[in-house]
């Protein structure tokens, strides 16, 4: 309760702030100014994605009557997943439950993003890139799981490539929010 509490929080500051800043950026007549708001429209996505992909991994967990604990403290990754007591159907569930949170905050962006402003924009740049970036480090395990490869095995042998791994699936998430600033 503690934990949801928390995001929830979060969720409505940034939420009010980004109503604020979407109505600042049509007011402010300076370049500073709104690269500032963008900033932090960019900023709060990345934010909101990352809350949402978390709770998402968790509700798919759950639904699956995983075996988790609760951290004790608010963290930003808020429960562990016990993977030695739970299957494999089980991991995909906590898995594909991350990614479709992901997803499901694109389509409500793309959904409410009529007409674009720039707060839109830099909040949509933020999401897609972080799917982008999710789907990178994300998917390859799936898969793995998928055609049978146990998923602390699957875990090890694909983040064990370390930081090449994390630098190309943050450069692919940056380019995208990069092309989402120039095409949309």
């Known amino acids: 309760m503690r934990q949801a509490l928390a995001h929830g929080s979060v969720v409505m500051v940034l939420t009010a702030s980004l109503i604020a800043a979407d109505s600042w950026s049509h007011a402010i007549n300076n370049d500073i100014g709104r690269y500032a708001i963008a900033a932090w429209a960019f900023l709060?996505?990345?934010?909101?994605?990352?809350?949402?992909?978390?709770?998402?991994?968790?509700?798919?967990?759950?639904?699956?009557?995983?075996?988790?604990?609760?951290?004790p403290r608010v963290h930003p990754l808020f429960f562990d997943f016990d993977l030695e007591a739970n299957t494999s159907r089980q991991f995909l569930c906590l898995s594909v439950g991350g990614l479709i949170g992901n997803v499901l905050l694109l389509a409500l962006l793309i959904f409410y993003n009529s007409p674009a402003s720039l707060v839109s924009t830099s909040l949509l740049a933020a999401v897609l890139g972080q799917l982008v970036f999710v789907l990178m480090l994300e998917l390859p395990v799936s898969v793995e799981v998928i055609t049978g490869k146990e998923p602390l095995a699957a875990l090890t042998?694909?983040?064990?490539?370390?930081?090449?791994?994390?630098?190309?699936a943050g450069l692919?998430?940056?380019?995208t929010a990069v092309l989402v600033f120039l095409l949309y």
């Open 44 to 71: 709060c996505g990345l934010a909101f994605s990352h809350i949402i992909h978390e709770w998402c991994h968790y509700a798919g967990a759950t639904l699956a009557k995983s075996t988790l604990s609760l951290k």
């Open 157 to 168: 042998s694909h983040f064990g490539q370390g930081g090449p791994l994390f630098l190309r």
């Open 172 to 175: 692919g998430g940056v380019i």
